[in-house]
């Protein structure tokens, strides 16, 4: 069982940044990937940026590509999500996830944290 606990999220105006962290129980470069998926109001979940355990590769859903950086600190096993320019469309709770073998089916899952972006 991996246990992941979220924090960092918050009220921001258009234009302005946040980073959401999000601490794992176990070692952030031993997993197979973590990364993010968001559900605003009304919608699917949709994934949003992993971040590759051995590798340390990344990849992002199109939307956030240039303004959102995914990264990890492994002494600490915790990944990060930079959102820089945000938009009111990003409004979302935002959950930190780990992957076993397919980005896009996630295994575990934190608790989510809130986003909101005002215009």
């Known amino acids: 069982q991996v246990q992941l606990v979220e924090s960092g999220g918050g009220l921001v105006q258009a234009g302005g940044s946040l980073r959401l962290s999000c601490a794992a129980s176990v070692r952030t470069s031993d997993t197979y990937a973590m990364g993010w998926f968001r559900q605003a109001p009304g919608k699917e979940r949709e994934f949003v940026a992993v971040i590759f355990g051995s590798s340390g590769s990344t990849r992002y859903t199109e939307s956030v590509k240039g303004r959102f950086t995914i990264s990890r600190d492994n002494a600490k096993n915790t990944v990060y999500l930079q959102m820089n320019n945000l938009k009111p469309e990003d409004t979302a709770v935002y959950y930190c996830?780990?992957?076993?073998?397919?980005?896009?089916?996630?295994?575990?899952w934190g608790q989510g944290t809130q986003v909101t972006v005002s215009s």
């Open positions: 996830y780990s992957a076993a073998g397919d980005i896009l089916r996630p295994r575990y």
